[in-house]
């Protein structure tokens, strides 16, 4: 007998998603899903972005990585609260891995949520886990290509923060070039071009992260 | 890629079904994937065979997976061409803008799946 399913095969994440999204909203939680490749940058951002809004926001990092506490314990040296998420060699973080990690933070008492996922720029895209916003990370040293490459990661993310514009005049690199590249994938996402080593372009992102926090409370 | 992950997913989906139906053995399965879904055919091809050879009691002799590939499709908003999109999945080849908004080619579902009791 032939049975008829229909069902989105990634259902039961997309349920978890849903369970996230609720609680973020009723605990009013800005949740950014941050993706990138392996040695984009994203910790070292998460750093810079820790240090300067700590003082007006209280933020909480889920760090997801294959293996070890190393990500999560440079977030708590800025002085947020951070959980590891190991995956044990899994791609990516779904929604019920986040679901799972939420019991260890009191969300009331969060104001920016910031996942990092797996560094991975293929298998995170596909998985909604319940943020208010993905963005992306990519740096100068990866080349140009990747925007064109990976445009089923770019075409799911609403920002993508451009990383180590202090290599650009030792690299062939073009700002220009990637900004038309994401235009043409996905015209509604937005390329910040930033530094978080120099600090360059970061206060762009701090007030991005500043206007998605206030959207979010006042809704 | 998480090929064997999303086959643990789908094979789940397919058993919930079945064991709230009271089926005992499932046979082919059929599966909608899209061009842009993220999801690789090949490789759901391989993750299945590996699940059923790991567990034979659950499946018939001859199951076995159908993917029914779902082409991408994109409409341009200004100038109403339909198109395929290549990697520039927005950028209308009549227009040159990029102004296209996908229309097909995002699904990844389970379609159906054959059960029997024998």
Known sequence: MKVTLRTDVLTNNNKAAEFNRELFESTRTLVVNLMSSPGAGKTTLLEETVRALTEKYRIGVIEGDLATEMDADRIR??????????????????????????????????????????GNLVCPSGYDLGQNHKVAVLSVPEGNDKIPKYSQMFMRTELVLLNKIDLLPYLDFSVEEARKDLSEINPQSELLPLSA??????????????????????? | MHEMSLMGDILQ????????????KI????????EISNAMPDALRMAFDLFREQNLHLFTENAELIIHLEEA??????????????????????????SGKVLKGETFQVLSYEGSNE
């Open chain 1, 77 to 118: 040296a800025m002085g947020a609260k951070a959980v590891q998420i190991n995956t044990h060699g899994g791609c990516h973080l779904d929604a019920r891995m986040v679901a799972a990690s939420l019991a260890e933070f009191d969300l009331e008492e969060i104001d920016i949520l910031f996942i990092e996922n797996v």
């Open chain 1, 197 to 219: 080593r120099t600090r360059e372009g970061l206060h762009e992102w701090f007030s991005w992260i500043e206007g998605a926090y206030l959207k979010c409370v006042q809704q």
């Open chain 2, 13 to 24: 989906l397919v058993q919930e079904d079945s064991s709230q139906k009271g089926i005992e």
């Open chain 2, 27 to 34: 046979g082919k399965v059929e599966l909608i994937v899209g």
């Open chain 2, 73 to 98: 499709e994109a409409e341009c908003i200004l100038c109403g061409t339909q198109y395929r999109p290549s990697q520039k999945i927005a950028l209308c080849p009549n227009c040159q803008v990029p």
